[in-house]
């Protein structure tokens, strides 16, 4: 979570692409992703509570982190 924040405040959400894996395990990618979506997700939440981004925006956001910024970063 501290990471989520500090990387957001620096950055903001779309200049990162998301979560990127470079893991060689193969049956641990699931669950990483699994385990950063939901930092993402929760991160988000806590906006939205804390009235700093509405919940129409943190969808929107959550979308594009999950899967069109790594889409677009790697052109496919």
């Known amino acids: 979570m501290r990471f989520r924040e500090h990387v957001t405040e620096t950055a903001g959400f779309y200049n990162t692409v998301g979560f990127n894996d ?3 395990a193969f049956f641990s ?21 804390e009235h ?16 069109q910024l790594v889409r677009r970063a790697y052109k496919f």
Do not use: N, W
């Open 22 to 24: 470079d893991t060689r």
């Open 29 to 49: 990618i699931p669950g990483r992703h699994d385990v950063a979506r939901r930092m993402d997700c929760s991160y988000l939440a806590k906006l939205v509570a």
């Open 52 to 67: 700093r981004l509405d919940e129409d925006e943190a969808f929107v956001v959550a979308g594009d982190l999950a899967y």
